[in-house]
């Protein structure tokens, strides 16, 4: 059955989450594992010795105890490596994990041969030491990005676990898995809507604005369509079910967001564009260094140490750490802010941004309603009287706004929903009806004779104005997209000086909006906050969320706004700039380093008695990566 497949992929989207959990605890215990190992094997190596002049207890067959607890490096700490260059060569991708898979094989190799052979010149401690700070620089990146799948979790979260299936005149809850195309189920008010399906009893207003992004409660009658997720309102109504399973809307967007989810990982990041270099210099250099010793009678031995030495100088300690050691500061830094880093990536190509799209409720509006105006404070009394009591958002509104006015509300009697039009009590002795007639704004009658209009809308949040206004003055380009009306989005365009602005964009168009932009050649930053806006968020070259808006939303989005503060959004391009200056001179100090040791290591000055041995290599490499350290740790001072 259809909807079975659906549950089943929500669990593999979640086994898949827990999956990643493993893989980044898996790390730290692995890096735990080669920190404690390399201890003992230090006291072995030649750099212990030529370095520190200190030396381990030599007995019997101590070499072997070396070989032993290198392999064991090698083999479990190792092995993450040399499976992930393993799939890095699949895909024809060589990058950083196959410049640390022929280092540390190279090593592992050679001090086997070394061992065995008697000849004890080894390279655990330069193979250990390798292992363990690539497994720290890789849990720090790992612990700065985080599992993508917890959009999918939280899309499927939205649906109602069970159903009420009308039977006969009785109703009976089943599990949502167990629902059919053409079941009738009964929605209470204030119920989800369990999945797609058409009305055939009973009117309400239905909130879609989580799915929809359309502002008001959209008012439905017998035969209107409604969407799994949406959220009735105080009437009661038995909908046809038409869709389940991977039709329906919900799953649509699901799907939206796993294709651009899918489509977004595979953008390569700067350390592996520079990894990728270097293993083609290592394979290279390494490959003619061994000949040109060969050819000159050094013998296979100096040979292969000549080459060895090439292939571990060229696997960058420091580059294993130059970039995720920024981006765990400037993670820091961004939380420090009110911005919180999700995807590293996004932190990365923010600077290139040129465009930002907004979502307008709850993003540049308030997502709730205000009083725009009212014919008179009586009036508006009368209504709040009527609405004192109400749940409904429009109804809060207005008594909200009488309590700001200091109005005094009258007790009610005889209080009456009337589905999907509003709302009426007696006041005094009379009637007041409040609610809909059919035109735009809430009418107030006493006694069936009208007595006046309040006008209701999405109030613009005064900080939107100041971060408008802030973005402008860094020439980008900012546009607005709206599930409202054109009248609404004109409104509220003109208000915050917007040019561009899409209006009436259903929501699985909106991530066709931002394709459109991109078709143009833009870069685009899409700010919502609606499930709605979850492909959106994911399509865009950065997604940014607003902190207090949906999870799904937040679960797609690269950064979010803990504080739901649009002024926060230009900390992100301005932290976007210092952080990529950072890792280039990160990535300058950790690859220049290479560019002068790879021809010591290959021996090009060893007519002059300078040969750079792999105990010094190591020594030179410390040095680069303490100095990355530090380089990064700079980037703490600087003030957005």
Same mark, same amino acid.
């Given at each position: 059955?259809?909807?079975?497949?659906?549950?089943?992929?929500?669990?593999?989207? #979640?086994?898949?989450?827990?999956?990643?959990?493993?893989?980044?605890?898996?790390?730290?215990?692995?890096?735990?594992?080669?920190?404690?190992?390399?201890?003992?094997?230090?006291?072995?190596?030649?750099?212990?010795?030529?370095?520190?002049?200190?030396?381990?207890?030599?007995?019997?067959?101590? %070499?072997?105890?070396?070989?032993?607890?290198?392999?064991?490096?090698?083999?479990?700490?190792?092995?993450?490596?040399?499976?992930?260059?393993?799939?890095?060569?699949?895909?024809?991708?060589?990058?950083?994990?196959?410049?640390?898979?022929?280092?540390?094989?190279?090593?592992?190799?050679?001090?086997?041969?070394?061992?065995?052979?008697?000849?004890?010149?080894?390279?655990?401690?330069?193979?250990?030491?390798?292992?363990?700070?690539?497994?720290?620089?890789?849990?720090?990146?790992?612990?700065?990005?985080?599992?993508?799948?917890?959009?999918?979790?939280?899309?499927?979260?939205?649906?109602?676990? @069970?159903?009420?299936?009308?039977?006969?005149?009785?109703?009976?809850?089943?599990?949502?898995?167990?629902?059919?195309?053409?079941?009738?189920?009964?929605?209470?008010?204030?119920?989800?809507?369990?999945?797609?399906?058409?009305?055939?009893?009973?009117?309400?207003?239905?909130?879609?604005?989580?799915?929809?992004?359309?502002? $008001?409660?959209?008012?439905? #009658?017998?035969?209107?369509?409604?969407?799994?997720?949406?959220?009735?309102?105080?009437?009661? &109504?038995?909908?046809?079910?038409?869709?389940?399973?991977?039709?329906?809307?919900?799953?649509?967007?699901?799907?939206?967001?796993?294709?651009?989810?899918?489509?977004?990982?595979?953008?390569?990041?700067?350390?592996?564009?520079?990894?990728?270099? =270097?293993?083609?210099?290592?394979?290279?250099?390494?490959?003619?260094?061994?000949?040109?010793?060969?050819? +000159?009678?050094?013998?296979?031995?100096?040979?292969?140490?000549?080459?060895?030495?090439?292939?571990?100088?060229?696997?960058?300690?420091?580059?294993?750490?130059?970039?995720?050691?920024?981006?765990?500061?400037?993670?820091?830094?961004?939380?420090?802010?009110?911005?919180?880093?999700? @995807?590293?990536?996004?932190?990365?190509?923010?600077? $290139?941004?040129?465009?930002? =799209?907004?979502?307008?409720?709850?993003? =540049?509006?308030?997502?709730?309603?205000?009083?725009?105006?009212?014919?008179? !404070?009586?009036?508006?009394? &009368?209504?709040? +009287?009527?609405?004192?009591?109400?749940?409904?958002?429009?109804?809060?509104?207005?008594?909200?706004?009488?309590?700001?006015?200091?109005?005094?509300?009258? %007790?009610?009697?005889?209080?009456?929903?009337?589905?999907?039009?509003?709302?009426?009590?007696?006041?005094?002795?009379?009637?007041?009806?409040?609610?809909?007639?059919?035109?735009?704004?809430?009418?107030?009658?006493?006694?069936?004779?009208?007595?006046?209009?309040?006008?209701?809308?999405?109030?613009?949040?005064?900080?939107?104005? *100041?971060?408008?206004?802030?973005?402008? $003055?860094?020439?980008?380009?900012?546009?607005?997209?709206?599930?409202?009306?054109?009248?609404?989005?004109?409104?509220?365009?003109?208000?915050?000086?917007?040019?561009?602005?899409? /209006?009436?964009?259903?929501? *699985?168009?909106?991530?066709?909006?931002?394709?459109?932009?991109?078709?143009?050649?833009?870069?685009?930053?899409?700010?919502?906050?609606?499930?709605?806006?979850?492909?959106?968020?994911?399509?865009?070259?950065?997604?940014?969320?607003?902190?207090?808006?949906?999870?799904? /939303?937040?679960?797609?989005?690269?950064?979010? =706004?803990?504080?739901? !503060? %649009?002024?926060? #959004?230009?900390?992100?391009?301005?932290?976007?700039?210092?952080?990529?200056?950072?890792?280039? @001179?990160?990535?300058?100090?950790?690859?220049?380093?290479?560019?002068?040791?790879?021809?010591?290591?290959?021996?090009?000055?060893?007519?002059?008695?300078?040969?750079?041995?792999?105990?010094?290599?190591?020594?030179?490499?410390?040095?680069?990566?303490?100095?990355?350290?530090?380089?990064?740790?700079?980037?703490?001072?600087?003030?957005?």
């Amino acid at each position: 059955m259809e909807h079975d497949h659906s549950h089943h992929k929500h669990s593999q989207y #979640i086994e898949h989450d827990k999956h990643t959990g493993h893989h980044t605890a898996d790390f730290l215990k692995k890096f735990w594992i080669s920190l404690v190992l390399s201890v003992p094997i230090f006291f072995y190596s030649e750099m212990a010795k030529e370095v520190f002049n200190i030396r381990g207890p030599e007995f019997t067959g101590w %070499p072997y105890l070396l070989l032993l607890l290198g392999s064991a490096v090698y083999f479990y700490c190792g092995w993450v490596f040399l499976q992930s260059a393993y799939r890095e060569l699949k895909a024809r991708l060589p990058g950083m994990m196959t410049l640390i898979a022929i280092a540390i094989t190279a090593a592992y190799a050679y001090s086997v041969w070394s061992i065995l052979s008697g000849h004890m010149h080894d390279l655990m401690f330069e193979l250990a030491s390798l292992i363990t700070i690539m497994l720290l620089g890789h849990w720090i990146e790992m612990r700065s990005v985080a599992g993508a799948q917890g959009a999918l979790k939280e899309l499927s979260k939205l649906l109602p676990d @069970q159903a009420e299936v009308v039977r006969g005149d009785k109703t009976e809850t089943i599990a949502l898995s167990s629902l059919k195309v053409g079941d009738v189920v009964l929605i209470r008010p204030g119920s989800k809507v369990p999945a797609d399906g058409k009305i055939i009893y009973g009117q309400s207003d239905v909130n879609e604005s989580i799915l929809t992004g359309e502002s $008001k409660p959209v008012h439905k #009658i017998e035969d209107s369509e409604v969407i799994a997720g949406s959220v009735n309102g105080d009437g009661s &109504l038995k909908v046809e079910i038409g869709t389940i399973g991977e039709k329906t809307f919900l799953a649509g967007v699901m799907r939206l967001v796993a294709e651009a989810q899918a489509s977004k990982s595979r953008l390569q990041i700067l350390s592996d564009q520079a990894a990728f270099y =270097l293993t083609i210099i290592a394979v290279v250099g390494g490959g003619i260094t061994f000949v040109a010793w060969l050819l +000159a009678n050094a013998g296979i031995v100096t040979a292969t140490e000549r080459l060895v030495a090439v292939l571990i100088i060229t696997c960058p300690h420091a580059l294993g750490l130059a970039v995720p050691l920024v981006a765990a500061i400037s993670t820091t830094m961004a939380a420090r802010n009110g911005l919180l880093i999700r @995807q590293r990536i996004a932190l990365e190509n923010a600077r $290139k941004i040129d465009t930002i =799209l907004f979502d307008k409720t709850g993003t =540049l509006t308030k997502g709730e309603f205000s009083i725009m105006s009212v014919t008179s !404070d009586d009036v508006l009394a &009368l209504a709040a +009287a009527v609405e004192q009591h109400s749940q409904h958002p429009i109804g809060k509104a207005i008594f909200a706004e009488a309590r700001t006015r200091k109005l005094s509300i009258a %007790p009610i009697k005889n209080f009456t929903n009337v589905p999907g039009q509003g709302a009426q009590a007696e006041v005094n002795n009379s009637t007041i009806f409040v609610g809909h007639r059919g035109g735009e704004n809430i009418v107030v009658e006493k006694d069936k004779q009208q007595i006046g209009t309040i006008e209701v809308a999405d109030a613009i949040r005064p900080e939107a104005i *100041e971060a408008i206004a802030a973005l402008k $003055k860094t020439r980008l380009h900012i546009a607005m997209i709206t599930g409202d009306s054109k009248e609404v989005a004109q409104d509220v365009a003109q208000q915050l000086g917007i040019k561009e602005y899409f /209006a009436r964009v259903r929501p *699985e168009e909106k991530s066709e909006k931002v394709k459109l932009l991109q078709s143009r050649g833009k870069k685009v930053a899409m700010v919502g906050d609606g499930v709605n806006d979850a492909p959106a968020l994911t399509q865009a070259d950065i997604g940014i969320a607003i902190g207090a808006g949906t999870n799904v /939303a937040i679960e797609s989005a690269g950064i979010i =706004l803990v504080r739901s !503060d %649009p002024r926060d #959004i230009p900390k992100i391009f301005n932290l976007s700039r210092l952080t990529y200056n950072k890792m280039i @001179q990160n990535l300058f100090w950790a690859t220049g380093y290479n560019v002068v040791a790879i021809p010591l290591a290959a021996g090009m000055l060893a007519s002059r008695g300078i040969v750079l041995q792999p105990a010094l290599a190591a020594v030179f490499m410390s040095a680069s990566t303490v100095i990355v350290a530090f380089n990064a740790l700079l980037l703490r001072r600087k003030v957005l």
